[in-house]
C-alpha cells in the first residue's frame, strides 16, 4: 500500500516538473520604431565617392506609444552576393530622446575608400527602452563605389602637384651641386682698352706730331701757306705748331754747315 502510494506520489511531481519546463516563456515584443535613409536627390543612382564625405537622410518615427532613447546609427560594406563584412563604417552616437509619434530626420555621414565597384551598404539604429537596446533596419541595398571626378582647376591637385615639383627640384638641384660641382673660372690677362690710333703719323725736325690729330683745315691751310713760300698772315702763322717750326729751324742750321 505505502509503495503504491509513492509511486503515485513521484509520477505526480515529475508531471508537474515537466509541465513547468516545457511551458513556453513570453518574449516582450520590441517596441514598434520605424527608420529609413535615404540618399539625397542629386545622387539618384546611389553612388558612393572615394574620398568623400557621403551624406545619407536617416528618417526616424517612434511608433511604440512610448518614449524611447535613439543611441546611435552605424553601417557597413559587405560584398554583393555573400554578404561577407568588408568594412564597419563610421558609428555616430547621438543620445537624443525619441518622443511618441514624433518624427525627425538625422544626417549620417561616412567616409568610403574601397575598390570601385557594387557593395552592400547597410544602416541600422540602435534605441534603447528603459534598460534594454534595440536594433533596427534603416537601409539596405546595393551601392556603386566610384572614383572622383579629376579636374585640372582643383586647388587641392594642383597644391600637391606643386609640392611635388618643389621636393624633386630640390632635390636634383642639392644632387647637382654635391656631384657636379660648378668649373672654377680661369683667369685671362688684363689688356688695356686704350688703343693707339691708327693712321699715317708724319714727323718733322726733331719733334714729331701725327696728322690725325690736327683738324683738317689746319692742315689746309699749313700745306697752302707752305706752297706760298713763307708766311702770309697773322692769323696763318699762329695755326703753325711750334713742332713746324722747330722744324723748319733744324734744317736751316744743317745748311748752314
Not at 553601417?75 to 568588408?86: M, Q, R, V
Not at 651641386?177 to 660648378?182: G, M, S, V
Not at 693712321?199 to 707752305?226: D, F, N
Not at 713760300?229 to 734744317?251: F, I
Amino acid at each position: 500500500m505505502r509503495l503504491t502510494t509513492l509511486l503515485s506520489l513521484g509520477l505526480s511531481l515529475g508531471s508537474l516538473f515537466t509541465a513547468a519546463v516545457s511551458a513556453p516563456t513570453e518574449e516582450v515584443a520590441a517596441p514598434e520604431l520605424v527608420a529609413t535613409a535615404a540618399f539625397p536627390e542629386e545622387n539618384t543612382f546611389n553612388h558612393v565617392v572615394n574620398g568623400q564625405k557621403n551624406l545619407l537622410t536617416v528618417t526616424i518615427e517612434n511608433k511604440s506609444g512610448q518614449n524611447l532613447t535613439l543611441l546611435s546609427i552605424a553601417g557597413s560594406l559587405t560584398h554583393p552576393d555573400t554578404n561577407a563584412l568588408l568594412k564597419n563604417l563610421t558609428s555616430q552616437t547621438y543620445g537624443v530622446p525619441l518622443l511618441e509619434d514624433v518624427k525627425i530626420q538625422i544626417p549620417y555621414t561616412f567616409y568610403s575608400e574601397f575598390k570601385a565597384g557594387d557593395h552592400r551598404l547597410n544602416v541600422w539604429v540602435q534605441h534603447a527602452a528603459g534598460d534594454k537596446i534595440y536594433t533596427v533596419d534603416a537601409f539596405e541595398s546595393v551601392v556603386t563605389v566610384v572614383e572622383p571626378p579629376v579636374s585640372f582647376f582643383d586647388l587641392k591637385m594642383l597644391s600637391t602637384y606643386l609640392i611635388l615639383l618643389g621636393l624633386v627640384g630640390g632635390a636634383g638641384y642639392y644632387t647637382y651641386l654635391a656631384y657636379a660641382p660648378p668649373k672654377k673660372k680661369s683667369k685671362k690677362p688684363a689688356t688695356s682698352s686704350v688703343s693707339a690710333p691708327v693712321g699715317t703719323v708724319t714727323a718733322t725736325g726733331a719733334g714729331g706730331y701725327q696728322e690725325e690729330w690736327i683738324p683738317e683745315h689746319h692742315l689746309k691751310k699749313t700745306k697752302s701757306a707752305k706752297k706760298s713760300g713763307g708766311v702770309t698772315s697773322g692769323t696763318s702763322a699762329d695755326e703753325l705748331s711750334g713742332a713746324e717750326l722747330s722744324g723748319t729751324e733744324g734744317r736751316r742750321r744743317k745748311g748752314k754747315k
